[in-house]
C-alpha cells in the first residue's frame, strides 16, 4: 500500500518546539521531493517547507524562516521537520507531500498552494498554546 505518515504533532506552548516526521511505504523517500503543507483552519494551504531529493536543497516560506528546517534521513528513511520558536499562527494541520515537482511548486508558488500533489500524507495536527 503506498502511503505517507506523519507523526510527532502535538500541544506546545508558545516558544516552544515540535520535530514532525513523515515515513513512507510502497515507494521510496529518495525518489521525491517532499513537502511539508499546512492549513489551519478558515486559512489556506500554506507549502512552508520543501526538500529536494536530487540536491537536498531547502525551500522554507518566509512565515518559517529562522525557525523551522527540514532534512532528510536517508538511513532512516524519514524526512523531518523541525519547528522551533512557535507561535499561535503556527497551529494547522501538517501534511507531508510528495511529487516529482514539488520542490519547483515551492519555489514559484505564491498564494494559496492548491496543488494536486501525487501523495499526500493524511496529516499531523499542531497546536501552539499557552
Known amino acids: 500500500q503506498v502511503q505517507l505518515v506523519e507523526s510527532g504533532g502535538g500541544v506546545v506552548q508558545p516558544g516552544g518546539s515540535l520535530r514532525l516526521s513523515c515515513t513512507a511505504s510502497?515507494?521510496?523517500?529518495?525518489?521525491?521531493?517532499i513537502g511539508w503543507i499546512r492549513q489551519a483552519p478558515g486559512k489556506e494551504r500554506e507549502a512552508v517547507a520543501c526538500?529536494?531529493?536530487?540536491?537536498?536543497?531547502?525551500y522554507l516560506a518566509d512565515s518559517v524562516l529562522g525557525r523551522f528546517t527540514t532534512a532528510r534521513d536517508r538511513a532512516a528513511r524519514t524526512v523531518y521537520l523541525q519547528m522551533n520558536n512557535l507561535n499561535p499562527e503556527d497551529s494547522a494541520v501538517y501534511y507531508c507531500?510528495?511529487?516529482?515537482?514539488?520542490?519547483?511548486?515551492?519555489?514559484?508558488?505564491?498564494?494559496?498552494?492548491?496543488?494536486?500533489?501525487?501523495?499526500w500524507g493524511r496529516g499531523s495536527l499542531v497546536t501552539v498554546s499557552s
Open positions: 507531500a510528495a511529487d516529482r515537482q514539488l520542490f519547483s511548486l515551492c519555489v514559484s508558488s505564491s498564494g494559496p498552494f492548491n496543488y494536486g500533489l501525487e501523495y
Open positions: 510502497g515507494f521510496s523517500l529518495d525518489d521525491y521531493p
Open positions: 526538500i529536494n531529493n536530487s540536491d537536498r536543497k531547502q
